[in-house]
């Protein structure tokens, strides 16, 4: 596959002929190309599904949860007291 010097790539796919009409048809109302009309309209549709899936969502319930547990200080583990301990004795100079 050849690349212009722009870096730009193609796409390639089949569809049926009333939806390339459709398109070709919003592409035209909206005083576009086909391709800039469908390239905007692919890249608006891939954002929108990414941060859809990066989000997360939580009920009240959770939300009310989580923020419980901010707000409760931290109990310290004795492994990791222990290992402060040793590594304050171990830094000692």
């Known amino acids: 596959m050849r690349t212009a010097r722009t870096g730009s790539v193609r796409l ?3 569809l049926e002929r009333r939806a390339k009409t459709l398109i070709e048809r919003a592409a035209s109302l909206t005083g576009q ?7 905007s309209n692919l890249v608006d549709s891939a954002l929108a599904t ?8 939580l009920s009240d319930r959770d939300r009310d949860l989580f923020l419980q ?6 109990k ?4 990791l007291l ?8 171990a830094t000692r100079g």
């Not at 990414?50 to 969502?57: A, G, K, M, N, S």
């Not at 547990?69 to 931290?74: F, G």
């Not at 310290?76 to 492994?79: D, F, H, K, L, V």
């Not at 222990?82 to 004795?89: M, N, P």
Request: neutral net charge.
């Open 50 to 57: 990414i941060e859809r899936h990066q989000r997360l969502v």
């Open 33 to 39: 190309t086909v391709t800039d009309f469908a390239v």
């Open 82 to 89: 222990k290992a402060g301990r040793l590594h304050a004795e």
């Open 69 to 74: 547990a901010l707000d409760r200080p931290a």
């Open 12 to 14: 390639e796919m089949r």
């Open 76 to 79: 310290p583990m004795p492994e």
